[in-house]
Structures are given as structure tokens and as C-alpha cells.
């Protein structure tokens, strides 16, 4: 069982910066590709930015591309969501995700079916 656990959400100003962080349990989370998702009211979950096990492999969503930098901290069990020039239509809550059979593939997986585990979120508000 892989428990994660995301913190650092919080409100801030249009064109701030948030670091989101997410630990892990998980004993291989080194073997681990990573995902953050987010959803606001109304909106289905959509995938935010993904990374590989090793970290060499990173994607982005069309919307945050630019803005956002997803990274990680094996020796920390630990991935980030570095935001930036935050804008009001990012107001969302933010979920971790695991994909526990990562070192199995080749590609980051963008779609919400492909992470096996998952925190509880993090609430992100941008005011206007």
C-alpha cells in the first residue's frame, strides 16, 4: 500500500507562486512514475504534469506548460509542482498520484486510469 500525502495549497494573489509537495511511503518510490491532477467545481479531473521514474522524462498539460515544473526527490520519497505566474482559472483542488508499475513503460501516462494510488488533494485558490 503506497500512501501519499500532499501539502503546501493555500491562497494567493494572481502572477504568485505556490511549491506544492507530495511524500510518499512506498518503499520503491524511486521505481515510481509521479503524477499531479487537479479539479475545480463543475470540472472533471484533469492531468496537470507527470514524471518519470528517474525524472528525465517530464509532461505538462497545454495549460500550465511554461509555468509549472514538476519534480522529485527520491532519497526525499518525495514530488513537487513548482507554480508559477499563477492564474485564477488554476483555483482547483490538486491531487498526487502514484503509478506504481513505471519502470514498465516508456511513456508518462497523462490519464487519471493509469495512477494506481492517490492523496487527498491539496486545495489551490487564486484570487483575481
Known amino acids: 500500500q503506497v500512501q501519499l500525502v500532499e501539502s503546501g495549497g493555500g491562497l494567493v494573489q494572481a502572477g504568485g507562486s505556490l511549491r506544492l509537495s507530495c511524500a510518499a511511503s512506498?518503499?520503491?518510490?524511486?521505481?515510481?512514475?509521479m503524477g499531479w491532477f487537479r479539479q475545480a467545481p463543475g470540472k472533471e479531473r484533469e492531468f496537470v504534469a507527470g514524471?518519470?521514474?528517474?525524472?528525465?522524462?517530464?509532461a505538462y498539460s497545454d495549460s500550465v506548460k511554461g509555468r509549472f515544473t514538476i519534480s522529485r526527490d527520491n532519497a526525499k520519497n518525495t514530488v513537487y509542482l513548482q507554480m508559477n505566474s499563477l492564474k485564477s482559472e488554476d483555483t482547483a483542488v490538486y491531487y498526487c498520484?502514484?503509478?506504481?508499475?513505471?519502470?514498465?513503460?516508456?511513456?508518462?501516462?497523462?490519464?487519471?486510469?493509469?495512477?494506481?494510488?492517490w492523496g487527498q488533494g491539496t486545495q489551490v485558490t487564486v484570487s483575481s
Open positions: 498520484a502514484a503509478d506504481t508499475a513505471a519502470r514498465y513503460r516508456i511513456v508518462v501516462v497523462r490519464t487519471a486510469t493509469g495512477y494506481e494510488y
Open positions: 514524471i518519470n521514474w528517474s525524472g528525465s522524462i517530464t
Open positions: 512506498g518503499r520503491t518510490f524511486s521505481s515510481y512514475a
